[in-house]
């Protein structure tokens, strides 16, 4: 096993480090309008260029990029440019991250337990009642843009209950809304999921020797058909985890939220560069680690699991 | 009592049904010959489900219509700002009556021309993208999936285009090229065809080595045959299901782009546009109307696709036919 990680660390960091030259590069092609903001037609050629010189922009790429590297490994992520200018990234996205972790959390321990057990409520009344309504749920979230229900959410749910439109620090009835809408959309895929493995597992011929052997319906379902259908919804669990720092773009901008959601869009359209890279670089581990935490727990989850064996024929 | 029961039971069989039968040329026919026919038996199966037919009857009609609609007679243009004829103002965020149907927007546009156009943007973009998405993914992941030297170039490939955020690519796109329904869809194509890439790999993986590709190997058939005789008829359903979410999807990020600033200019109606111009009045309750029409719209469309897509793709698969 500790060699399949070193390996896969191995891996995962050169990954990351090709990734975050790419971006590096993508950022230093755009205008250099960017760097200036409102002021750029004020500003006469020799301003801009001392400007660019100080902020190190006119060095060759391959010299800037090494500066990066260098204060990288001393773990330092550089300072904002132009959206909160001489401040260090660290702290603009500590700040931040706090809320969309807090947020996300919360949404997704909802989505968990409404998910997983309106997925197995599904799964036992397959094509009756339930089931259909929940389809019914699935296919609307699934299809419909995510920011039109988010609209509707705020725009009649704040009416009919009399919830704050903004998100407001002190008022805990605010953070009902934003928390119960991002939870919609994992409710849903984790319902869809578990139903779907659920199903699949109750089809299989082992469910059938079960029964023949007189297992009670509730041993079935809770010692072999659950614990089976668990293990692919495992690998997603960190994944869904750590994405939580991601943050909602949606929710966060419409009730103005001060999470991470909006941060990068808003630093590449000004062209923000550290911080975008920061952000590149938490983004691009979270994808990996996610990853390998995701493994790791389905082959914890399922014995018959091997990492390091190259499987079957292939 | 049983004995009594069954007795009876043998009283009644007919002795003639142990006899020898004859031989009958046509009779045996008949056994061996079966009418299956794989699409025949697809439509079969998709025509059981009504709310997919339904749909589908209700998409068509939306889409003819949105295609016909600019040549019916006494349509407005979905650009023109409408000036009212005494005063010379113009009719703005006009409610709906029986000159606009759906109303006008807030400088005085015919909402009701331009959801048609929107809806027609969009779903073109949508089309596009699908198609484009389909044949990027399944070359790749044919590729991918089959040839074995490739596979750990393309997953690394696969690992790092992954981890670059789709709006670093789409803000570039937007700042290379000016914003356009062809950037867009490049845009979107850029980034959407990794996912169909990744599935069509795996379930390549899966039947690749199954015993009939096997033996068509030692027969010493080419790898471009094998791929597209033995493997990509297996895959219809799984194509068709990606082929037909890909609207809803498009339409979904054509929605999310126009959300932080990337979208089409305004005097190209798109159902993105319309929506994101509603939603900046929406705290009007007397002006709801002009978020609530494009976002029905946009609903019907993308359930429609997703209902339909998944109704066929079940459909398709052959372990489904009876």
Redesign the interface.
């Known amino acids: 096993m500790l060699k399949y990680s070193l390996k896969r660390l191995g891996?995962s960091i050169i990954?990351?480090f090709?990734?975050i030259s790419?971006?590096f590069l993508?950022?230093r092609?755009?205008?250099e309008e960017g760097y200036f903001g409102q002021g750029y037609e004020k500003l006469d050629l020799i301003q801009r260029q001392t400007i660019l010189t100080n902020l190190g922009l006119n060095d060759p790429w391959y010299v800037q990029l090494g500066h990066f590297y260098k204060d990288l490994l001393k773990g330092d992520l550089g300072t904002s440019i132009t959206y909160r200018p001489k401040v260090a990234v660290s702290e603009i996205i500590k700040s931040k991250i706090f809320y969309s972790l807090n947020f996300g959390l919360g949404a997704l321990a909802i989505a968990l337990v409404a998910g997983i057990s309106s997925g197995i409520l599904m799964a036992r009344n397959k094509n009756k009642f339930w089931d259909k309504l929940g389809n019914g749920y699935i296919?609307?979230i699934?299809?419909?843009?995510?920011?039109?229900y988010y609209?509707?959410l705020q725009?009649y749910v704040t009416d009919i209950f009399k919830l704050p439109i903004l998100f407001d620090k002190g008022n805990p009835l605010s953070f009902i809304l934003p928390v119960l809408s991002m939870s919609l959309g994992p409710t849903a895929s984790y319902a869809m999921w578990m139903r779907r493995y659920m199903v699949d597992e109750l089809n299989k011929d082992y469910i059938k020797l079960a029964r023949a052997k007189g297992l009670s319906n509730r041993v079935i379902m809770t010692k072999h058909v659950l614990r089976n259908a668990f293990v692919p919804m495992a690998q997603y669990l960190p994944a869904s985890i750590l994405y939580t720092l991601v943050g909602s773009?949606?929710i966060e901008s419409l009730y103005s939220i001060p999470g991470t959601g909006?941060l990068?869009?808003d630093t590449?359209?000004r062209q923000d560069n550290p911080i975008?890279q920061a952000?590149?670089l938490i983004?691009?581990s979270v994808?990996?680690i996610s990853l390998f935490l995701g493994d790791m727990l389905m082959a914890g989850f399922d014995p018959r699991i091997n990492l390091e064996k190259q499987g079957?024929?292939? | 009592m049983s004995n009594t029961k069954l007795d009876k039971i043998v009283d009644k069989i007919d002795p003639s049904l142990f006899d020898f039968a004859s031989y009958d040329a046509s009779g045996a026919e008949r056994t061996g010959y079966s009418d299956y026919s794989y699409w025949q038996s697809t439509f079969h199966v998709f025509l059981k489900n009504k709310v997919a037919v339904a749909l589908l009857i209700l998409i068509t009609a939306l889409v003819a219509y949105t295609v016909l609609q600019p040549y019916l007679p006494n349509q407005k243009s979905p650009t023109t700002i409408y000036n009212n004829v005494k005063t010379g103002i113009q009719l703005r965020n006009q409610a709906p009556d029986k000159e606009f149907l759906f109303g006008t927007n807030s400088i005085g546009q015919d909402l009701w021309s331009r959801i048609w156009s929107g809806t027609r943007t969009s779903l073109q973009i949508g089309m596009l993208v699908g198609v484009w998405q389909a044949i990027i993914g399944i070359t790749i992941g044919c590729l991918w999936g089959y040839v074995r030297k490739l596979d750990g170039i393309i997953t690394?490939i696969y690992?790092?285009l992954?981890?670059?955020?789709n709006?670093?690519?789409m803000?570039?796109l937007a700042?290379i090229l000016r914003p356009s329904i062809f950037t867009l869809v490049v845009a979107m194509c850029i980034t959407n065809w990794l996912s169909m890439a990744r599935f069509v790999r795996n379930q390549i993986?899966i039947i690749r080595?199954r015993e009939y590709n096997l033996a068509s190997r030692c027969l010493g058939t080419p790898i471009s045959r094998i791929i597209t005789k033995n493997l990509l008829p297996y895959l219809v359903s799984v194509i068709m299901l990606q082929l037909a979410l890909a609207i809803?999807m498009a339409?979904?990020s054509e929605?999310?782009l126009t959300?932080?600033?990337l979208g089409l200019p305004l005097n190209t109606p798109s159902l993105g546009n319309l929506?994101n111009e509603g939603?900046i009045i929406?705290m009007v309750p007397s002006l709801?109307y002009q978020?609530i029409f494009p976002?029905v719209v946009?609903?019907v469309i993308?359930?429609s696709?997703?209902?339909i897509g998944?109704t066929f793709a079940d459909a398709s698969d052959p372990r489904n036919h009876v």
């Open positions: 891996k990954t990351l090709i990734v790419i971006v993508f950022m092609l755009m205008p296919v609307i699934n299809a419909v843009p995510a920011a039109v609209i509707f725009l773009i949606y909006g990068l869009v590449i359209q975008v952000l590149v983004y691009a994808g990996i079957g024929t292939r | 690394e690992n790092v992954d981890n670059i955020p709006t670093i690519i803000v570039l700042y993986i080595d809803p339409i979904g929605v999310f959300y932080i600033g929506i939603r929406m709801r978020l976002a946009l609903s993308t359930i696709f997703y209902v998944n």
